[in-house]
């Protein structure tokens, strides 16, 4: 291998980089010219990719030329070359089955009315070694069968040439591999002692005066300080944190501009919680979920009524989020116990509401108030949130790491989206959205107090919580703490319901195929209906 002083691999394919090419007059490790190729011929087609499996093993990857001389004079000796064989997508279909890790990208351009065909060859990301998966073979014409290479070569660059490597190779093939190596080591031992420095904060945030953990704390900071404090069985700088938090909040409703530190009060609300039912911390889950109550309280009056307008609309769909949220956290963690208590609305701090869960007050009142729709389309028209509950605690889910330590990384979740297949925090909550809507139904006995948000999305994400809760009498009772009938009643009910809503709101069905919970719903004594 030779190395040119600057790598002429950058990926470019514009105009300019092809006279730079051009420019060098010859050919190098990174920089291929060939005066002709017929992609239709299969001699050349494997011969190409030969050539892609040696740029591949440089570095950076590198360039091939099509008409162009050896002196990267644009030519048409052999007759011009099709255009329409220089596709990236071609060219990538030609090499896929003989380099899996292929990267290709090809453009063409005119130069003195002459068809030049541009490719660059990216190296493997990440970095590995470019293995060809199969043997590359043409008939010849006398039709005997040539073998360029075979199944486990591997080919580099020697100058103007591409050739089998050798051991010499070795070093250099296996750098970008090794750098890649201490790169991703770097980066582990670098997030190893910035948690550790993190926890360090934490434990002096937690042990130091009383009033330095507080909501006004970065969420890294409030988290590490509240489970410095957890770690230590340490309740006093716990309930002095969420001591003033109801009058705090109740003095920023009433403030024009409180708006973003009222969602920061909540969202480190959202981590205590998460991080209670994450270590099972059950004093600490009762606490904050009072907190959270009598915040939500502030929002209605003591006859059932609406408090602070929209504003308190707002806070009470703000909340009723955040908790949904915690309750796929619940249901991915196997938290079952958690479930009825993020449900319903507690020890008598609202019972004021009409509904038996603050989730279906929340939906209904922000229904009311117009707050579940989208910015307008492109006619004007407002657009509602599918799956409204579901979708907007996914987003918080992004937002607040102690919502998903199961899962430190989320993709992006866009309203009204087609959400990614596999997203195991999404059917968390479906799932969660599902079973609150049974415990709902089943203590109050009216069908009214759900409403099935986890429609808007397919049933296969919903089924296994279901299924869960028909095949085990023993995660029923910790969910539930209803008799059977009624249990059983409830979820029919909201499976009907989903199935319904799914058709008048989605236009689609909403099937859950399950022979588990359909001999649940059948072998249970027969009940007239909610």
């Given amino acids: 291998m030779t190395l040119t002083a600057q790598p002429l691999g950058d990926g470019s394919l514009t105009m300019e980089k092809l006279r730079q090419l051009l420019a060098v007059h010859a050919e190098q490790d990174d920089l291929d010219y060939k005066e002709h190729l017929d992609l239709s011929n299969t001699k050349d087609k494997v011969e190409l990719v030969k050539d892609f499996g040696a740029m591949q093993s440089q570095p950076f990857g590198g360039y091939i030329l099509v008409g162009v001389d050896g002196i990267g004079e644009p030519t048409t000796a052999h007759g011009p070359i099709n255009a329409n064989q220089f596709d990236p997508a071609t060219l990538n279909g030609i090499a896929h089955s003989y380099l899996p890790s292929i990267r290709v990208n090809a453009t063409t351009h005119e130069v003195d009315g002459i068809t030049v065909a541009m490719i660059f060859v990216g190296a493997p990301d990440p970095p590995a070694i470019a293995i060809f998966s199969k043997d590359g073979q043409y008939a010849d014409a006398t039709g005997r069968s040539q073998t360029v290479f075979r199944a486990g070569d591997v080919f580099v660059r020697r100058g103007t040439q591409s050739v089998r490597w050798s051991y010499t190779d070795l070093a250099w093939v296996l750098t970008p591999i090794e750098n890649a190596v201490r790169e991703d080591e770097r980066r582990r031992a670098t997030a190893y002692v910035d948690a550790v420095s993190q926890g360090q904060r934490g434990r002096s945030l937690a042990t130091g005066p009383i009033g330095s953990l507080s909501w006004q704390l970065e969420d890294n900071d409030f988290q590490s300080a509240l ?78 009524n609406l408090a602070l307008g929209v504003r308190g609309i707002r806070l009470l769909w703000g909340i009723a989020t955040r908790i949904e949220a915690v309750g796929g956290l619940a249901i991915r963690l196997r938290g079952w116990w958690a479930i009825r208590p993020l449900t319903l609305h507690g020890d008598g701090r609202l019972t004021q509401l009409h509904y038996v869960s603050w989730f279906r007050h929340a939906l209904t009142e922000a229904s009311r108030a117009n707050l579940l729709y989208t910015e307008p389309d492109e006619n004007g028209n407002p657009v509602e949130i ?37 997203d195991p925090v999404l059917d968390s909550l479906a799932q969660f959205d599902a079973i609150w809507g049974i415990v709902a139904v089943a203590r109050s006995r009216r069908e009214f107090d759900h409403y099935p948000s986890f429609a808007a999305f397919y049933a296969r994400r919903t089924a296994p919580v279901l299924e869960t809760l028909a095949a085990s009498p023993d995660v029923r009772q910790q969910v539930a703490h209803e008799d059977e009938p009624f249990l059983r009643d409830a979820m029919k009910s909201v499976i009907d319901t989903a199935e319904q809503q799914s058709w008048a709101a989605y236009h689609r069905p909403w099937d859950l195929h399950s022979s588990v919970v359909q001999t649940y719903l059948e072998d249970q004594p027969e009940r007239p209906s909610l």
């Fill in 227 to 304: 489970l410095e404090a957890m770690r230590a069985n340490d309740e006093i700088p716990i309930r002095h944190a969420f001591l003033s938090l109801v009058g705090e909040a109740g003095a920023l409703l009433n403030q024009s501009d409180g708006d973003d530190d009222l969602n920061r009060l909540l969202d480190r609300l959202t981590t205590a919680l998460s991080l209670a039912v994450t270590y099972d911390d059950r004093k600490l889950f009762a606490a904050v979920l009072a907190t959270f109550q009598s915040i939500y309280a502030l929002g209605v009056t003591g006859d059932g």
């Fill in 386 to 422: 599918g799956g409204p509950l579901v979708a907007v605690a996914r987003q918080h889910v992004e937002r607040i790491p102690a919502l998903r330590p199961d899962t430190p990384s989320v993709s992006r979740f866009e309203l009204n989206t087609a959400p990614d297949e596999h």
